[in-house]
C-alpha cells in the first residue's frame, strides 16, 4: 500500500494521555542523551539504534519498494539451458552444414548432430547436442533451404551456456538490499514466486502549529503548511509508508496524546516542529514524561540543529523535526532516512563526495546542509535554502553536507534526492 493510499489526514485531538505531571510533584529529569552530536555521527547513531523489523513472506508483486531479509539466491542455473544468443544456424564441425531441421525459443530438438550438420535456431532456444557454435543469420547463405555455407564462426560463438550467469544455489542479491523492479525479474528468472522482506515502517506523522493554514493563501498572520504535503512522499522514498497523519495543536497535554495514540499502529512517530526551546516547543519534556531514551538530541548542522531522535518503551521512536519546511527536510534525511534503513534491515547509505562550488554562509564548527545541482565541474551550490525556503531543495538534485572549514571547491558528501 502506498504512502499516498495509507495517509490518513485527521483533526486534531486533545486527550490528556498521559496525564501531566501534577504541579506538587517534581520536574521530570530530562532524558538521556548524547548531547549535541556531529552530522556524521547523527546518521551513524540512528541508524545503529533500533533492531529490523520481523520478516515475512510476500509475493513478487507486493515486493517493489520492500527490502530483503535475507539473501536471494539461484534456484536453478542461469541460463537453465544452452541458449542460442543469436538467430542463426546452430552448426557442428566445418561447413558447409547440411540442415536437418528447425528449433525456435520454447520447443527442443532432441537430435544430436554430427560434423557437417546443422538446425535452424532462434535467439533464446536450446542449443541441441553436438552443437559447437551458432552462425548467425546474417551471415549465412543458402543455396537450396538444404545446405548452408558461411564463415566457421569460433567454437562457443554466440552461445550462452548453462549457469554462465550464475550456478545454481550462487548468490544473486544479499540481505538488505531494497527491492527494485529489476530485482523483481530477477527472482523470477531465478525461479522464485516470493519473496522474504522486511515491511515498510509505519509512520505517524503529528504536524504542530497553530499558525497553520492547509488551503488557499494564508490569512494575515499565519503560514500555509508545506510539511504535511511534503512527508507523504519524503518517507515513501526513504523507504517508510504514513498510516497516519494528523495537525496538533501547540498544547503539551494535545501533542502527548496525540503521540500514544498514533504509536498504537505505528513504528514511528514523526513529529514537526515543538523541538526547540520555545515556550511551546514542548517534545523534549513530553519525552522525559514517557521515559524516553534520547538516542539523538540536537546535531552539529545548519539547518535542522534542534532535530531529536528518541526511543520509547516497546521499541517504538519518535523522530522530532523542525517545524521551518526546510530545516525539517534536512533533518528528515539526517535522522528519519537512517533509522528506516535499521528498521528494515539495509546497510546506511554510504555517501559520494564530489567538489562543490558556490557560496554558503559560514557556520564555524558545524556541518551546514546545501542545495546542489550538477555541473560540469561536480555540483554547485543553488540559492533559495533559508530554514523556512525550499525552492533550492525543489530545483536541486541533492543535498552537500559541507563540512566545518568548508571553501569553494572543496568536496562534500552527497544526499542524493532526485529519482532516477
Not at 541508524?47 to 527490502?67: E, K, Q
Not at 550456478?167 to 527491492?179: E, F, N
Not at 499558525?211 to 518517507?235: F, H, N, S, T
Request: aromatic share 2%; hydrophobic share 45%.
Amino acid at each position: 500500500m502506498s504512502a499516498a493510499t495509507a495517509t490518513a489526514t485527521e483533526p486534531s485531538v486533545s486527550a490528556p494521555v498521559p496525564a501531566p505531571t501534577p504541579a506538587s510533584a517534581p520536574a521530570p529529569a530530562p532524558p538521556e542523551s548524547h548531547g549535541s552530536v556531529s552530522w556524521e555521527r547523527a546518521r551513524a547513531l540512528a541508524h545503529a539504534a533500533p533492531r529490523p523489523l520481523a520478516a515475512r513472506s510476500v509475493a513478487l508483486a507486493a515486493a517493489p519498494g520492500l527490502t530483503l531479509a535475507g539473501e536471494l539466491s539461484a534456484l536453478h542455473p542461469l541460463p537453465s539451458f544452452d541458449t542460442a544468443a543469436m538467430d542463426g544456424y546452430a552448426v557442428s564441425g566445418p561447413g558447409p552444414w547440411r540442415v536437418r531441421g528447425t528449433v525456435r525459443a520454447g520447443t527442443v530438438w532432441t537430435g544430436v548432430l554430427g560434423a557437417g550438420e546443422c538446425v535452424a535456431i532462434s535467439t533464446g532456444a536450446p542449443v541441441p547436442a553436438g552443437a559447437c557454435a551458432v552462425l548467425p543469420l546474417e551471415s549465412a547463405t543458402s543455396a537450396d533451404g538444404n545446405r548452408v555455407s558461411g564463415p566457421p564462426p569460433p567454437p562457443g560463438r554466440h552461445i550462452r551456456w548453462t549457469g554462465e550467469d550464475s550456478p545454481v544455489g550462487s548468490r544473486l542479491a544479499p540481505a538488505g538490499t531494497r527491492i527494485g523492479p529489476a530485482l523483481v525479474g530477477l527472482a523470477a528468472s531465478a525461479g522464485h514466486d516470493s519473496l522474504v522482506v522486511r515491511p515498510r515502517p509505519r509512520i505517524a506523522v503529528l504536524i504542530t502549529g497553530d499558525e497553520l493554514d492547509r488551503a488557499g493563501r494564508p490569512a494575515p498572520g499565519r503560514v500555509r503548511d508545506a510539511l504535511g504535503p511534503i512527508l507523504p512522499a519524503l518517507i515513501a522514498r526513504l523507504g517508510g509508508e504514513v498510516c497516519r497523519l494528523r495537525y496538533v495543536p501547540d498544547r503539551p497535554a494535545a501533542l502527548s496524546a496525540q503521540a500514544v495514540h498514533a504509536l498504537r499502529d505505528a513504528d514511528v512517530v514523526v513529529v514537526t516542529g515543538s523541538t526547540s526551546v520555545g515556550a511551546t516547543d514542548q517534545l523534549r519534556a513530553l519525552l522525559a514524561e514517557s521515559g524516553a531514551r534520547m538516542v539523538v538530541d540536537t546535531v552539529a548542522c545548519r539547518p535542522g540543529h534542534p532535530m531529536l531522535l528518541a526511543e520509547l518503551p516497546a521499541d517504538r521512536w519518535v523522530v522530532g523535526l523542525p517545524g521551518n519546511p526546510y530545516a525539517a527536510l534536512v533533518a528528515a534525511h539526517t535522522l528519519l532516512g537512517p533509522l528506516l534503513a535499521g528498521l528494515t534491515g539495509r546497510p546506511l547509505p554510504s555517501l559520494p563526495r564530489v567538489p562543490v562550488h558556490g557560496h554558503a554562509r559560514p557556520a564555524p564548527g558545524l556541518t551546514r546542509l546545501v542545495p546542489v545541482a550538477w555541473d560540469e565541474a561536480g555540483a554547485r551550490i543553488v540559492d533559495g535554502h533559508r530554514a523556512a525556503f525550499l525552492r533550492g531543495a525543489a530545483v536541486g538534485d541533492a543535498l552537500a553536507a559541507l563540512p566545518p572549514g568548508w571553501s569553494d571547491g572543496r568536496s562534500a558528501s552527497l544526499l542524493l534526492t532526485t529519482a532516477g
